[in-house]
């Protein structure tokens, strides 16, 4: 067990650094360089005051050297300064990662709420029209654009009807609770639609395999009650893909928040990256991408593990064979 | 959603119906944006009007004789518009999802065919690939500054860049779930007997792998073709729409959906066309291809 914790560790922890090393390279690439940001401010600055700068901030040093400098400072916990927010980047992704821990502990509890009772509603008839029913809709949640859901969205409950507000996070304080919660509304409606029909499709498959299998055919020839067979039998069983799928979507979720956040000006993680991006905050930027990383490499660790903790009869032998599986 | 397939043994499958409907849709979409230039001409003749013609006096107008679906902010014809953006939003989808299989299907057999360690470095860095924040990345990417890149401004500058670059982005980074397929199905392949056999007999690699290996892969990769078709037009609905994807002026659904939020206040169809549209030929898309996989998958068969 430790040798594979291990193992896996060390393959994310490889994967984070070449993609903090490929961002690096693809920030110095964007539009704006830092020293032409700082000459917008100065327009009588002269190419050899370029020069001087360039030396000052090091910019004249080779790619590799800068990105070693950046890796050494950022394990010593110094991520840079933000230029759009005026501040260290570890001050500003602070209350971003908290507004998306609010957004997606919601959003998540409730796509499962209404993803599980559904998926075990409808396994047991397959093939029956609620069953159908129910997977249409699920298709047209997989394939709706999210943005375009949201705008639908703002445009019926907000500027229509004026029920519900549009954007922002309704905090009233530095205390997580203290809230207006109806701001949750519309972009946990989102993130909820979007999300529940892959999940119900998952879950319904992983069902529908279990209930093909001998054990469930005995314990309902023993007299087990259709709803015991359910959530007794199938659903127990069906644990290993549920918190698999529980774990990799903490990635996907993640930074797949992107488009609601900025949608509804939810200052969360997705949010400030797509807004360092476009505002060549290339610190912010860096660090905010490099995290989203992290939690979606940690999502996948926690679903392997999850696996082989869950499900004895995979052995960690088979896992640790390299045959490409997650 | 990026991640595992739902296990499928036990799933009776989608009946004919739903691909025959998604096929019959896609075709419809196809057609009516590939006659966009003859509708557009017919509309020129009669009222005088094509796509681009800016009509300040026109704006955000109702659907008329004239505009079937009425004008946009700029008092564009919405339709002839619409058309326009489906050509290339659907090109982006097909396009991307080719480019996509080309590289999946290269790096499945070499990784299949070869084995050892260069199978073991593809397939970690296909799960490396699989681990990544797709959308941050490709935004980062779409960001990228070409010139710095150093390809000529002319080339850069031109209104087709976008295009290109956005095919390119969706297809790089879309190879990973036909890698594995068509990996899966080299190792399959590679123990028969007859390609044994056509190995011992000196055949080159390169000849087995288009003869013996490609023809196996064959239905498996047009299912994962056609259901990536529709992650592609999705992506780059989602990329236009940031405003980082196709830039105008050539329309794309998903840069007429940022366009159309500004003025959702006063006209919420300009947000309801180009959405809807994206939304049917995804949902198309992924009834062919899930009927496609039900009936063509060998492995799936009854």
Known sequence: ?326 | MAGASPPVSGYTGPGPVTGLLGGALLLALALLTLAAPLIESLLSGAYGIDADTVDLFARNAGPSAAHWLGTDELGRDLLLRLLYAGRISLLVGVAGACLASVLGTLIGIGAGYAGGALDALLMRLTDAMIALPLLPLLIVLAAVDLEKVGLPPGLVRSDAASLYRIILIVGLFGWTTVARLVRATTLQVRSHEYVRAAHALGVSPLRIALVHILPNVLSPLIIATTLSVGNMIMLESVLSYLGLGIQPPIPSWGNMLGSAQETMQTRPALALYPGLLIFVTVLAVNFLGDTLNARLDPRKAP
Do not use: C
Request: cysteine-free; charged content about 15%.
């Open chain 1, 1 to 326: 067990m430790t040798a594979f914790l291990l193992r896996r560790s060390l393959q994310a922890l490889l994967v984070l650094l070449v993609m903090s090393a490929l961002v690096y390279g693809l920030i110095g690439l964007m539009p704006g360089d830092p020293i032409d940001l700082m000459l917008t401010a100065d327009p009588n600055v002269s190419s050899t005051d370029v020069a001087r700068l360039k030396a000052l901030y090091g910019l004249d040093r080779p790619l590799t050297e800068r990105w070693l400098r950046w890796l050494a400072r950022a394990l010593a916990g110094d991520l840079g300064f933000s230029r759009s927010y005026a501040a260290p980047v570890l001050e500003v992704l602070g209350p971003a990662l908290k507004n998306t821990l609010v957004l997606l502990i919601v959003a998540y509890t409730a796509t499962f709420g209404l993803a599980l009772p559904l998926s075990l509603w409808i396994a047991m008839k397959p093939g029956s029209w609620r069953d159908r029913i129910v997977n249409l809709g699920a298709f047209a949640g997989i394939s709706i654009p999210v943005f375009w859901l949201a705008l639908l969205l703002v445009i019926l409950f907000s500027v229509s009807l004026g029920l519900l507000p549009a954007s922002g996070t309704g905090a009233r304080g530095p205390d997580w609770m203290d809230r207006d919660w109806r701001y949750l509304a519309l972009p946990v409606t989102t993130l909820v639609l979007a999300n529940v029909g892959a999940h119900i499709r998952y879950l319904r498959g992983a069902l529908l395999d279990v209930l093909g299998q001998d054990h469930i055919r005995t314990a309902r020839a023993k007299g087990a009650g259709r709803l015991q067979v359910m959530v007794g039998h199938a659903l127990r069983n069906a644990m290993v893909p549920v918190i698999t799928i529980l774990a990799l979507d903490l990635g996907s979720l993640f930074s797949g928040a992107l488009v609601t956040e900025t949608v509804f000006a939810w200052p969360g993680m997705g949010k400030l990256i797509y807004d360092a991006i476009m505002g060549s905050d290339f610190n912010l930027a860096l660090a905010g991408l490099v995290l989203a990383t992290a939690v979606t490499l940690l999502g996948n660790l926690l679903a392997d593990l999850g696996y082989v903790w869950l499900d004895p009869r995979i052995g960690l032998a088979a896992r640790t064979q390299p045959r490409g599986g997650r």
